[in-house]
């Protein structure tokens, strides 16, 4: 395998086009595939001295995070725990701070799988994907971009450049829940994001982002549906949990059964929006 460290982006995007090649950021799944043989790479483009591609800012009411930016840079950013509380959630629970240091927004959404931890919330708060190839930049809407497992839109010498996100503020609600076997350093085995932006009493918009369900992250568009436009209490939580359970489409594997998923992701739904509208916890309902 050759290496070749990019000073530019377009070096880098130069030295993608030939056939084989793969970007390494972090290198923290990369490096192990290609250890364990998953992935053979003819060429890694090593684009983690790209500085103009580890940011984060606001542009136009949306939060706009550059590919290389660490998990540690969202966990030290006042701004996303404000504007994108679940994302600061999800940093908090990302493996340790030695992966943390490493492992970028853009690597973590091109290794696609269905357990990445920074997609639900980032899908939840209707994230976008900025791509750039020699072709020229094209944008698009995170719901779109996985379209299997282990597998996105993204096609061959094309860099994710940033990601951005629809901002929250200080009215809106939102939560973050991880469910893991062990306390810490574990894949998800149901994560779910959700985020409700709120025009008085109403919720305008809702966001529930789904990690670890199904073969990719995805939003809920049946839950959301439950929500958007409507005073959400304890009948519109209820009907949303449901609708989150119907949809899913939740895969077997060594971590949990499909049924589990299924039933977790009514509850997790539940627990969210009550934990965020303030509604008393369901033991203490009635
Ligand atoms: C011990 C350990 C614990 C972990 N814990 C977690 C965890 O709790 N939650 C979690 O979600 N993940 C976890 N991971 C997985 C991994 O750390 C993350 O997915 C991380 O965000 C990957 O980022 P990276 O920069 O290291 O990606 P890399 O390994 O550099 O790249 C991953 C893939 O993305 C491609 N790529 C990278 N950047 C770009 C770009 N800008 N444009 C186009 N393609 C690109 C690469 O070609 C490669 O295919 C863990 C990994 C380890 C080793």
Redesign the pocket.
Same mark, same amino acid.
């Given at each position: 395998m050759d290496y070749v460290r990019a000073a530019s982006l377009e070096e880098a995007l130069a030295a993608a086009l030939r056939p084989g090649a $793969?970007?390494?950021?972090?290198? %923290?799944?990369?490096? +192990?595939?290609i250890l364990f043989g998953r992935?053979k +790479?003819v060429l890694a483009v090593d684009?983690s001295r790209l500085r103009e591609?580890r940011f984060i800012e606001e542009r136009g009411g949306r939060l706009r995070i550059g $590919? /290389?930016a660490t998990?540690t840079d969202l966990l030290e950013s006042d701004r996303v725990r404000e504007a994108a509380p679940p994302l600061h959630e999800s940093a908090v629970?990302?493996?340790?701070p030695l992966?943390r240091n490493?492992? %970028?927004?853009?690597?973590?959404l091109?290794?696609a799988?269905p357990?990445?931890?920074?997609a639900p919330p980032l899908l939840a708060q209707d994230g976008e994907a900025e791509l750039l190839s020699a072709e020229g930049p094209r944008t698009l809407p995170l719901a779109s971009f996985f379209l299997g497992y282990r597998k996105t839109t993204?096609r061959p010498g094309? /860099? /994710? %450049?940033a990601v951005s996100l629809r901002s929250l503020g200080p009215n809106d609600r939102s939560a973050y829940q991880k469910l893991q076997l062990r306390r810490a350093?574990?894949?998800?085995v149901v994560s779910v994001a959700a985020a409700l932006w709120m025009e008085g009493g109403r919720c305008a918009e809702a966001g529930i982002g789904m990690g670890a369900v199904a073969p990719v992250p995805y939003r809920s568009g049946a839950a959301e549906a439950e929500l958007r436009g409507r005073v959400v209490g304890e009948a519109e939580a209820e009907a949303a949990a449901a609708a989150a359970r119907r949809e899913a489409r939740a895969i077997d594997d060594v971590r949990a059964s499909a049924r589990y998923r299924e039933r977790m992701c009514e509850v997790l739904v539940r627990r969210l929006l009550r934990r965020t509208l303030g509604l008393p916890s369901p033991a203490r309902a009635h």
């Open positions: $793969a970007f390494v950021a972090g290198g %923290t799944n990369l490096v +192990p595939d992935k +790479p684009i591609l $590919a /290389l998990v629970e990302f493996a340790g992966v490493r492992a %970028t927004v853009g690597g973590n091109l290794d799988s357990a990445a931890d920074l993204i094309e /860099l /994710l %450049t350093m574990a894949i998800s």
